[in-house]
């Protein structure tokens, strides 16, 4: 699981005065949640390649396709 210190900087950034601890955790969840997406799309596209390496362009293809 990602660190939930992290989103509780990113929600304060976005303007929140206060951010509860199950928040945070709540938004790190989701985001976890899309970059697992976006990593399994990228790692399909690179095999679709006939590649082993996900390079940076999978991974923008993925975000692409997955509307990211």
């Known amino acids: 699981m990602l660190s939930s210190a992290a989103f509780e900087r990113i929600l304060k950034r976005a303007g929140a ?4 601890e199950e928040a945070a955790k709540e938004l790190a ?8 997406e976006v990593a399994k799309e990228a790692v399909a596209l690179a095999k679709h390649a006939g590649r082993k390496t996900v390079i940076d362009a999978d991974i923008r293809l993925a975000r692409k396709n997955l509307g990211v």
């Open 17 to 20: 005065k206060r951010v509860s």
């Open 29 to 36: 969840n989701v985001v976890e949640q899309k970059l697992l």
